[in-house]
């Protein structure tokens, strides 16, 4: 079965930098879109940064445009987020997705399946 699994969430300062891992699996269709979304409490969950198979192109999130770095490595069937200069306000939960078949990671219900999330927490 399709198996997301995060890894590489903690806590650090403000200002500190983290690395998200996303190992990927058992999927039966190509997936046109994978994203990283994230989910503060109290909050809805939001798309941070997408990226797309056929073209590499990315897109992110206005709050963490130039800070935030989404790639990917087919041949390792993995997905990353490097995340610089990190702000409180960037303490979440993150999670990995992957996008329905022909569908791209605009929102939510467009996602397919979910990582179990790893957790990051920025202090000031």
């Known amino acids: 079965q399709v198996q997301l699994v995060e890894s590489g969430g903690g806590s650090v300062q403000a200002g500190g930098s983290l690395r998200l891992s996303c190992a990927t699996s058992?999927?039966?269709?190509?997936?046109?879109?994978m994203g990283w979304f994230r989910q503060a409490p109290g909050k809805e969950r939001e798309r941070v940064a997408a990226?797309?198979?056929?073209?590499?192109?990315?897109i992110y999130a206005d709050s963490v445009e130039g800070r935030f770095t989404i790639s990917q490595d087919n041949a390792k069937n993995m997905v990353y987020l490097q995340m610089n200069s990190l702000k409180p306000e960037d303490t979440a939960m993150y999670y990995c997705?992957?996008?329905?078949?022909?569908?791209?990671?605009?929102?939510?219900?467009?996602?397919?399946?979910w990582g179990q999330g790893t957790q990051v927490t920025v202090s000031s």
């Open positions: 997705a992957a996008a329905k078949k022909y569908k791209s990671c605009s929102s939510s219900g467009n996602i397919g399946y």
């Open positions: 058992g999927f039966t269709y190509s997936v046109d879109c």
């Open positions: 990226i797309y198979a056929y073209d590499g192109s990315t």
